[in-house]
């Protein structure tokens, strides 16, 4: 039962998208605040990526952060997790950070009026943070 509610959700939230600019986006209302949810593909590479290694980032236009959005608005930003075996898909929350012993690499959203812009820092180098992120959907949600 609760898996047919949940399909049933992602349905009409899929059913319910408009698409602009190439971004798929729905409208709900929780408890009287209205979100905008705004679903991205993240594109294949990388749009600015330092000699090093250890900074790059990507922008992505985003007509929907309109002035009155970027002055009064939060914005959150989710990466889809998707699996071949018995884990469940999921989305998880930016910041993204993945500490081990040899490195740390983090990816964060920052926005401006039009546009996001996903930035990855590591210590060695943000490529394989990159090929986890790329291809797969990013969720905006706009609290307004």
Known sequence: MKNNLLFIFISTLFISCATGSGNQMAETIVNGVKNDIILIEVPEK????SDDEQYGN?????PEITKEVYDNASI???IQRTYEDERPD?????????LNSD?????????????????FQSEESVEELFELFSGRILKLVIVN
């Open 46 to 49: 990388l749009d600015v990526i």
């Open 58 to 62: 990507f922008e992505i236009s985003v």
């Open 76 to 78: 959150t930003a989710y």
């Open 90 to 98: 999921r989305w998880s929350q930016l910041p993204q950070v993945f």
């Open 103 to 119: 490195s740390s690499t983090s990816a964060y959203l920052s926005f401006g009026e039009g546009f996001i812009r996903i930035s």
